[in-house]
């Protein structure tokens, strides 16, 4: 079945550093759809990518798209402790069923 | 606007107890509805989905079993709870063919011992 794998599992950052986040897919996406879950909550919808190449900006989040629709990244810039909490990438492959990628947790050190 | 809602918060459960999770949904009509389980500190399984009143997918094999006897209502529920039952269980919607962004209730921590 569809495996979407994410990298690193944890990220220890200096605040007001830049870091990346990679997520992978085993195979072809019609979308991909990025969540936050903060300590102790559930997972709040960020954005949704769908085009090839597509690029999305959200404040210090730069969301991106790989030009194969099997990639996606998320970069942080200027961190800040308000961005505690665990990213999940998710891909959509067919039907309304949502792969969750492992998510990458982020530590902010002040 | 629209709200999801989920009850309870957390529950401690033994071993072998009957459970039922109950979630519903307020302000959209014919949504799609979602159960997943989130182990400590990892990822999303989806356990199941539904799609309309009485239609559900059973994503993975297991002592669980989901219903929906009505259009903005997605029960959880098991006969005999496991030890492996134990995480954190969440309900999400999606708005269907066109909106495919999930929204999160607020999940029950469950606890079996």
């Known amino acids: 079945g569809q495996q979407v794998m994410q990298i690193p599992q944890y990220q220890h950052v200096q605040e007001g550093e830049d870091f990346t986040t990679y997520c992978n897919s085993s195979?072809?996406?019609?979308?991909i759809q990025w969540y936050k879950q903060r300590p102790g909550g559930h997972p709040v919808f960020l954005i949704q990518l769908v085009k090839s190449g597509e690029v999305k900006k959200q404040k210090r989040l730069t969301f991106q798209f790989g030009e194969a629709k099997k990639n996606s990244s998320l970069h942080i810039t200027a961190t800040q402790t308000t961005d505690v909490g665990t990213y999940f990438c998710?891909?959509?492959?067919?039907?309304?069923?949502?792969?969750f990628g492992g998510g990458t947790r982020v530590l902010v050190k002040p | 606007s629209q709200t999801i809602h989920q009850w309870p918060a957390t529950l401690v459960q033994p071993v072998g107890s009957p459970l039922s999770l109950e979630c519903t949904v307020e302000g959209t009509s014919n949504p799609n509805l979602y159960w997943y389980r989130q182990a400590a500190g990892r990822g999303l399984q989806l356990l199941f989905y539904?799609?309309?009143?009485?239609?559900i997918s059973s994503e993975v094999p297991q002592n669980l079993s989901a219903s929906r006897p009505q259009d903005r209502q997605f029960i959880l529920s098991s006969k005999k709870l496991l030890l492996s039952d134990s995480g954190f269980y969440l309900c999400a919607w999606t708005g269907g063919d066109t909106s495919y962004e999930q929204y999160f209730g607020p999940g029950t921590r469950l606890t079996v011992t």
């Open positions: 539904s799609v309309g009143i009485g239609q």
């Open positions: 998710a891909g959509m492959a067919a039907g309304n069923k949502l792969t």
């Open positions: 195979t072809t996406l019609s979308n």
